[in-house]
């Protein structure tokens, strides 16, 4: 048992500074592709093509001096960046390992709870700071992201509903021989712009809205807590692709496209921050509220309907 528990011990330490690696790379993507895009070079000076950038970035960050405010609330000022880290890294305890991992029957639910939880970490960050831009910030990313918590929540529920389990693995087996993106391709877009909301990227950035909020619930924070939040961003960024390649592009993690899918999905959150402007708030309530959950709950009732009688038709 105990050398069961050091595997599962040094598996979850490689997944994570994997995890860590990658963020760290996906920050150098994203500045190069947002370079070409505004037909300009990213960075390019600093190792070969610029590729130890996001190590000089970290080094600068982490050595910065720490400037607190004055009026904050300092412990839950400095707990809430800490525990947002946390939080987006524990997400990847659910990913599915075929031994040595926590690989439980009910990952999807542990998903749909550790994510919610990332909300509480954004609303403290913005309230201990004590600073009006910062707490209008996270006023606004805790609405806008319960509200798209609920179309993410039903729309995975109908992909639940097809397949019958709880298992991340699962996908795996049922899509052998179709993809789910092609059988729910109109949910399949819904999730992934729920997603873009879900991790407040653009076109939804709204807490960071640099226009109107300075920089929104991160305003007050510099050095490492600046860093701690922009690598939560990050891992979060990833772990959305891992699971958007698992639920409806094969998810078949044992194949080296299994990644490629992953980069893919990590490009197009990029493309759509170089493409298209910030949302109004209003807006984005109205397409959360009235748009899609009416229809993730009709698709459901379908899928539901569809699930039915293929089991009926079986026995």
Sequence with gaps: MLKDYFLIFISMLV?????????????????????????????????????????????????????????????????????????????????????????????????????????????????????????????????QTISYEVSLALILISFLILILSFDFFSFMKFQKYLWLLFLMFPLCLMWFVSSLAETNRSPFDFAEGESELVSGFNVEYSSAGFAMIFLAEYSSILFMSMICSMIFLGGNYYSWLFFIKIVGFSFLWIWVRGTLPRYRYDKLMGLAWKS???????????????????FILIF
Aim: hydrophobic residues 55%; glycine residues 6%; positive net charge.
């Design 15 to 143: 997944l994570l500074i994997g995890v860590l690696v990658g963020v760290a790379f996906l920050t150098l993507l994203e500045r190069k592709l947002l370079g070409y895009i505004q037909i300009r070079k990213g960075p390019n000076k600093v190792g070969f093509l610029g590729i130890l950038q996001p190590f000089g970035d970290a080094i600068k960050l982490f050595t910065k001096e720490q400037v607190f405010p004055y009026m904050s609330n300092l412990n839950l000022y400095f707990f809430s960046p800490v525990f947002n880290l946390f939080l987006s890294l524990l997400l990847w305890m659910c990913m599915p390992f075929f031994s040595y991992f926590l690989n439980f029957k009910f990952s999807l639910l542990f998903f749909l709870v550790v994510s919610s939880l990332s909300v509480y970490t954004i609303m403290i960050a913005g309230w201990s700071s004590n600073s009006n831009y910062a707490m209008l910030g996270s006023l606004r990313s805790v609405a």
């Design 292 to 310: 899609y959950l009416p229809i993730t709950l009709n698709f459901l009732f379908f899928y539901l309907g569809l699930s039915l009688i293929s």
